[in-house]
């Protein structure tokens, strides 16, 4: 049986009462007041419309609130008893207009008693990044650059919060990427690789998307930081430019090739940076390739001027430690176009401007910057700037519950 039968051979409908789910005959889904497995305020119904996505995590589902009409997504996982799921408490901890809302979540029973499933009910968005980028290739055309500004923005700003509240999403992609077609809103998601990240503890290196994976993971280590985020971020803020990937290795090795052909080969410190267990390692291991560097692996490209280049340079750095924060990255030069609300181009300009939210910063972001005139646009004061304390979303957001997609 394959993964999407196993998943979706389940009604299309379920139900759930209280903290005992029970799958009822007519395919009904309902959580109820009370019980582990509640929310707050009353039950609801939610009828499955379609799968929208599914992988080795389970199954994702674009589904109707039958007592409202609201268009949700409900992420249908297995719970296997012999790993840890810490996809529901990242999700609960974290609430940032650019990451994916959290709504509710409920446990329903499956085909024999010992089979559970978490599901994750979260607002509806209908595209993600690598859909989006598919149609401006397949129109034989470059994404705006005015786009992939603000696209960029908005994803530095989600990973820099997450890695602020000391998560590594380790799984950065655009297929993991929400886009808001009607206001350019993006939204970070899937963070059923996310996980926070000790000091001192051993983690597994074999994670993250290959195109996306930082060197470091390449070379084995297992102490990494959240700097495997930037990486990943920087990587996908160039596939924007480029309309495919920059480092499109086909396997670990031929991916270290490929990062090679473009930064060159990384220097004895720059190895041992990325994994000291690496200090001694022959560097004529590696192989010779003249690098091509970055400006030539973006030459022809409209969106990549000085600017953007240059926000890919502190980026994409071999040293986790070099690369710069995704919150100071925000306070370069190339983001000034945004802060000054000119020349934002007609697709921002049909959507009625910039996303309402670009600029509410939450506490965590302004404590890297200091000074949050240095985030925010010149007409903004800083008591307009939403301020939020560690654990609980700004004051100009809702709870996460009562948050309403506008896609």
């Given at each position: 049986m394959t993964l999407v039968s196993r998943f979706s051979k389940a009604p299309l409908l379920w139900a759930?009462?209280?903290?005992?789910?029970?799958p009822s005959h007519n395919g009904d889904h309902r959580r109820g007041n009370g019980g582990s497995n509640g929310g707050r305020g009353g039950g609801a119904t939610y009828k499955a419309q379609r799968i929208i996505g599914s992988g080795a995590f389970g199954v994702v589902y674009e589904a109707k609130?039958?007592?409202?009409?609201?268009?949700?997504?409900?992420?249908?996982?297995?719970?296997?008893?012999?790993?840890?799921?810490?996809?529901?408490?990242?999700?609960?901890?974290?609430?940032?207009?650019?990451?994916?809302?959290?709504?509710?979540?409920?446990?329903?029973?499956?085909?024999?008693?010992?089979?559970l499933y978490l599901n994750l009910v979260m607002?509806?968005?209908?595209?993600?990044?690598?859909?989006?980028?598919?149609?401006?290739?397949?129109?034989?055309?470059?994404?705006?650059s005015q786009l992939v500004k603000l696209y960029s923005y908005q994803i530095l700003r989600a990973v820099g919060y997450v890695n602020a509240k000391g998560i590594a999403h380790r799984d950065i992609k655009p297929q993991n990427i929400l886009v808001?077609?009607?206001?350019?809103?993006?939204?970070?998601?899937?963070?059923?690789?996310?996980?926070?990240?000790s000091m001192g503890e051993d983690n597994v290196a074999y994670i993250c998307s290959r195109f996306y994976r930082a060197p470091e993971l390449i070379f084995g280590a297992t102490g990494y930081t959240k700097k495997v985020d930037i990486w990943s971020a920087g990587c996908v803020i160039a596939e924007m430019c480029l309309g495919y990937p920059l480092f499109p290795g086909e396997s670990g090795v031929d991916q270290l090739v490929e990062i090679i052909k473009v930064l060159g080969t990384p220097t004895a410190e720059q190895v041992a940076a990325m994994n000291p267990k690496y200090k001694d390692f022959d560097l004529k291991a590696f192989p010779s390739i003249k690098p091509m560097g970055l400006a030539n692996a973006l030459r022809g490209r409209p969106q990549a001027d000085r600017g953007f280049e240059a926000l890919l340079r502190v980026l994409l750095r071999f040293e986790p430690e070099a690369r710069m924060s995704p919150i100071l990255a925000l306070c370069l030069d190339y983001f000034e176009q945004l802060r000054l609300q000119k020349d934002l181009?007609?697709?921002?300009?049909?959507?009625?401007?910039?996303?309402?939210?670009?600029?509410?910063?939450?506490?965590?972001?302004?404590?890297?910057?200091?000074d949050p005139r240095r985030l925010a646009p010149r007409r903004v004061h800083a008591p307009q700037v939403a301020m939020s304390g560690s654990n609980s979303p700004p004051p100009s957001l809702p709870p996460s519950d009562a948050l309403q997609s506008s896609c």
């Open positions: 759930l009462v209280s903290s005992s789910p029970m609130v039958q007592e409202t009409g609201e268009t949700v997504a409900i992420k249908k996982v297995f719970q296997d008893k012999r790993f840890k799921n810490r996809e529901l408490p990242t999700l609960k901890e974290l609430k940032h207009p650019n990451i994916v809302a959290l709504k509710h979540a409920f446990h329903t029973a499956g085909e024999t008693p010992n089979d607002e509806y968005v209908p595209d993600n990044l690598y859909q989006v980028m598919k149609y401006y290739t397949k129109v034989k055309s470059y994404m705006p808001c077609p009607s206001t350019h809103t993006i939204k970070l998601c899937d963070f059923g690789s996310a996980k926070r990240l181009g007609k697709e921002i300009e049909a959507a009625g401007g910039l996303p309402s939210e670009l600029f509410k910063f939450t506490t965590e972001e302004l404590a890297e910057v200091g």
